[in-house]
């Protein structure tokens, strides 16, 4: 069987060593764009920190291991076209600018996403830069050598990283966003307050509530206009979220009202020789049941490993996802999974939500930490929808803990009581997300 892949960075490396390793004598090959393959993009920050010291270091495969696996990888061609009728793909080689057809049996498409370039005046300034690959990476670090002012624009997860990033290294850092708190989406007030007043420890200057109208260069570098006030830096990075590359399937697969493929369950297409993965396409959303954008290189990889799987058959179904991720700013670690009770209400639910703050192990301990929790239930049936934690304590297996609740469908009654280990080193005799579901059960029977 002749599998063309297009794109290759998490779903796309994961799919061909997946079908490589269980079925040696396909034939696959793989077109990417780009001079690299398999580059962990959400490693930008800490290079840019100074915590990983060699950017090299974040590929977890190589052009070399996939050929010795029996791919055909094709750097630097890119593909212009397809024709799904008739299973061929235009393709232009960057490199001498020549162009070739080439068929396929199976198509998988796993072409990511890219960043929302908004059209505002000044848009396209060279002080103006994005952060999403390797070679984005590569001039963010070198132009930041001498940079002493920076506008970060985007409070999401890439900007609040790179906001930290920065002011580490001793820069003058500004992070513009339109809504009222960073990291809106993830976690509830009390938490975003927290790292509001962090980054303001750190001099950060904090600009919430603007919209920025446009940018305009000049002899020293960059003013970046919002409907209320004017920023100057020697850049401006661009982080206010990614859209699915999917154009060139526009009119011949089923897509969403976001822009990303629709697939089933298989990582199926609405073209049954087609497949899908990676931030091209949606997710099933379990706290939901419902189809969502979550471009994450969680969602990716297990995305990956199903369409390198089915693409010889349907056998395996994918079990969605709870969108459940974690970050490191200076001192606290915060993870989250599902929804915030504010996205639980707009999403329909009847919702409630508790916030509960603890020691995570005995009082008798040398040393301890204080760790802040919230879960967040359906009230018809006490089933569990989203959590936040936060704490100096490294608390990202809580999230991952609840991740698997929410997957299961269980309530805050089981979170409550459900058998986790108690040793002193590590938790009270009910563990941190016991107390806090305990706490849940108590509100909910008020």
């Known amino acids: 069987m002749k599998v063309a892949i297009i794109g290759c960075t998490h779903a796309g490396t994961i799919s061909a060593t997946q079908i490589l390793t269980n079925h040696p004598d396909t034939e696959v090959t793989i077109y990417e764009k780009n001079d690299n393959v398999s580059f962990l993009s ?13 950017i090299d270091d974040m590929f977890y495969s190589s052009p070399e291991v996939l050929t010795k696996l029996g791919a055909s990888v094709k750097l630097k061609h890119e593909v212009t076209s397809v024709d799904l009728k008739n299973k061929t793909l235009t393709v ?28 505002l005046p000044g848009i396209n300034s060279k002080n103006v830069y994005l952060c999403k690959n390797y070679n984005h990476a590569k ?28 002011s580490t290294q001793g820069k003058n850092v500004t992070l513009i966003d339109g809504q009222d708190r960073m990291l809106s989406k993830y976690y509830d007030k009390r938490y975003t307050d927290i790292v509001s007043r962090d980054f303001e420890e750190h001099n950060v200057k904090l600009a919430f509530n603007e919209m920025v109208a446009g940018f305009e260069d000049d002899a020293t570098g960059i003013t970046v206009k ?54 091209a396409v949606a997710v099933h959303f379990n706290p939901t049941n419902h189809e969502a954008y979550v471009p994450l290189a969680t969602n990716a990889v297990r995305q990956g490993i199903l ?18 991720s974690g970050l490191q700013l200076f001192d606290n670690s915060m993870s989250s999974t599902g929804m915030t009770l504010q996205a639980a209400l707009k999403a329909g639910f009847d919702a409630d939500s508790v916030t509960f703050e603890d020691n ?32 100096t304590y490294d608390i990202s297996m ?24 108690f040793q002193p080193n590590f938790d009270r005799p009910f563990n941190f997300i016991n107390l806090l579901g305990q706490q849940a059960v108590a509100k909910a029977k008020k």
């Open 307 to 324: 369409v390198g799987t089915n693409i010889f058959g349907n056998q395996e179904v994918y079990m969605g996802t709870q969108s459940t």
């Open 42 to 54: 959400c490693g930008i920050a800490t290079y840019l920190g100074g915590i990983t010291k060699n």
């Open 360 to 391: 995570y192990r005995p009082e008798f301990m040398p040393n301890n930490k204080k760790v802040l929790g919230t879960v967040v239930w359906d009230k018809s049936n006490n089933q569990i929808l989203g959590a936040q934690f936060m704490s």
């Open 92 to 119: 232009t080689d960057l490199t001498t600018n020549q162009t070739h057809t080439d068929s396929y049996d199976k198509l998988v498409v796993t072409t990511g996403s890219w960043p929302i370039i908004p059209n």
């Open 139 to 166: 001039k963010l670090f070198k132009q930041a050598q001498n940079a002493k002012n920076i506008i970060v624009i985007g409070g999401g997860y890439i900007g609040v990283e790179l906001v930290e990033a920065y």
């Open 226 to 279: 919002t409907n209320n006030n004017s920023y100057h830096a020697d850049m401006a990075i661009l982080c206010i979220g990614f859209r699915p590359n999917t154009v060139l399937f526009k009119d011949q697969l089923e897509f969403n009202p976001d822009g990303s493929i629709k697939t089933n369950g298989y990582m199926q297409t609405s073209n049954p020789d087609v497949y899908g993965a990676g931030d």
């Open 398 to 421: 809580y999230a991952n803990a609840v991740s698997v609740m929410i997957q299961n469908h269980n309530t805050i009654n089981f979170m409550a009581m459900v058998d986790m280990l």
